[in-house]
């Protein structure tokens, strides 16, 4: 998000809906590009049966957080530093750690948060920060663990100069065990656009970590098969804030915000309320071009989405455009997440807005092959301020973040369906390349289609699905990660 966004958000100024509505999908360039007015986000009878249980209460501005296998919930505040964890089952809130010396604005601070698979055994976590080093601000990645002495230590994996406005902070554990990291280009509030077009730059040089997403071990060294023998693992990004691995394929999807015009700079403007465009929903692949730098702005011709994915090699446009933008975060899969049926397999993702009440919660509904977007909905509404964060819980339901709470996304009348958790997997390099590859979530999912094919409904239906998800957790289980 942008830091104009951010400092919205923390003003309790309401705002009013405006009138009008309606809204239209169209095709591009064989993706699906979505023009939204906002209004008719709320329209969605689907989102009318989801609804928001409050979990945790009262916090900071709880920008990111991340649920452990017994359920607890680590929380960053972001303007403050602390790092909270709250046992739902007791009730009780504590600190878990103060990260010292923070940097704080609206695009400093505390962000992403992720724990180390094992936490049980190895209580060790990772947090993204803006902090004050030798007098200036750095975006650090951090890795805090046990002191042998007592107490936590912080060791510090990543740093990279803070120069502006957008450096993501998204940190994700992903199949192959390996830590991805999302990182905004640092472009956002320089004073001048030829001072943004060179940060933009960043987005596209292979020697900056800026706007990309990074991929490191756990200790932060490079893995061997990262594709530039760095942590670059994918790159041209304006400001990824959300990602997640799908469950049954591995592949890698993530929401990057898309740029809006700067009453400061002499470039275009887009249709968004801020004058935004192009938020996106992409899907990721080692090595890849997302195409932002320095040439793109919501300006036309080209049409969108090119205007905004033209700098260097190749450029991979977005599975999902869209057009009149306000900020998008957050990104995370149904698996068993309790809605009903109908959104298994969906990707959910957040549509912010610094306005309260017109924020939403989308799940997008992927291709029978996985490989594409096929079509969106809202699934969930808030009347406050917008959703920050999506993350999943060991009881496979969806959780989400605003300014001040984390709550529970339910359906009372839909039946549980947490039946066995997404795995995180050791391993399989080939289901974070694009590849689909024969894995055995794939096969999974090949038997769970057959069986809907040959049964369209009833009993037979029921036992033969019964009968996939025991072949699923008998040739997963074995490389399980009890906590992911």
């Known amino acids: 998000m942008d830091p104009e966004r951010l400092e919205r958000a923390r003003s309790p100024v309401m705002r009013s809906r405006p009138e009008g509505g309606g809204g239209l999908r169209r095709p591009l360039l064989g993706l699906l590009s979505v023009v939204f007015l906002i209004w008719a986000l709320g329209s969605s009878s689907a989102a009318a049966a989801t609804e928001a249980s409050p979990v945790v209460t009262g916090r900071q501005y709880p920008a990111m957080f991340t649920v452990a296998g017994d359920g ?53 976590l990772y947090a993204y920060v803006t902090r004050q080093v030798s007098g200036g601000c750095h975006n650090q990645v951090l890795e805090i663990h046990p002191r ?124 968004g309320p801020l004058g935004g465009c192009n938020d996106e929903v992409n899907l990721v692949t080692i090595g890849s071009n997302y195409g932002w730098g320095p040439t793109g702005n919501c300006g036309t011709p080209p049409v969108a989405p090119l205007n905004t994915n033209r700098d260097g090699p190749s450029p991979v446009l977005p599975a999902l455009n869209v057009d009149v933008a306000s900020g998008i975060t957050a990104a995370r899969f149904c698996s068993g997440c309790g809605l009903g049926p109908q959104y298994e397999g969906r990707l959910f993702w957040a549509d912010y807005d610094y306005r309260d009440g017109f924020g939403a919660i989308h799940a997008a509904i992927l291709s029978p092959d996985r490989s594409a977007i096929a079509s969106d909905e809202v699934v969930y509404q808030p009347s406050g301020p917008a959703p920050l964060s999506i993350e999943r819980g060991p009881d496979c339901a969806l959780y989400y973040s605003d300014p001040n709470e984390i709550y529970k996304l339910v ?43 040959r049964f369209p409904k009833g009993p037979k239906r029921t036992r033969c699905l019964a009968k996939a998800r025991k072949l699923h957790v008998s040739e997963v289980q074995p490389k399980v990660s009890p906590d992911s």
């Open 72 to 124: 607890r919930i680590f929380y960053a505040e972001t303007y403050t530093g602390r790092i909270g964890v709250f046992a739902p089952q007791s009730g009780v809130d504590a600190t878990y750690f103060q990260v010292p010396d923070l940097c704080e604005s609206p695009d400093q601070g505390l962000f992403g948060i992720a724990l180390r698979p094992k936490f049980t055994s190895n209580n060790t």
């Open 411 to 453: 359906d009372p009348s839909a039946q549980p369906g947490c039946v066995d958790p997404a795995p995180t997997l050791s391993g399989g390099q080939e289901l974070i390349t694009g590849a689909q590859g024969p894995g055995r979530l794939h096969r999974r999912a090949q038997a769970r289609r057959r069986c809907k094919k």
């Open 148 to 271: 042998a002495t007592g107490g936590l230590a912080m060791d510090v994996l990543l740093d990279d100069p803070y120069v502006a406005g957008h450096v993501g902070g998204r940190l994700l554990f992903g199949p192959d065990g390996d830590l991805y990291v999302s990182t905004g280009d640092g472009s956002s509030g320089l004073p001048t656009l030829e001072a943004a077009k060179a940060e933009r730059a960043a987005a596209q040089d292979l020697s900056s970590v800026k706007g990309k997403i990074l991929r490191m071990t756990n200790s932060g060294g490079v893995p061997a098969r990262n594709p530039y023998g760095n942590l670059v693992f994918a790159y041209g990004f304006r400001n990824v804030f959300g990602f997640d691995f799908d469950p049954l394929t591995g592949r890698l999807w993530a929401t990057d915000n898309g740029t809006e015009g700067n009453a400061n700079y002499p470039e275009p403007s887009g249709p």
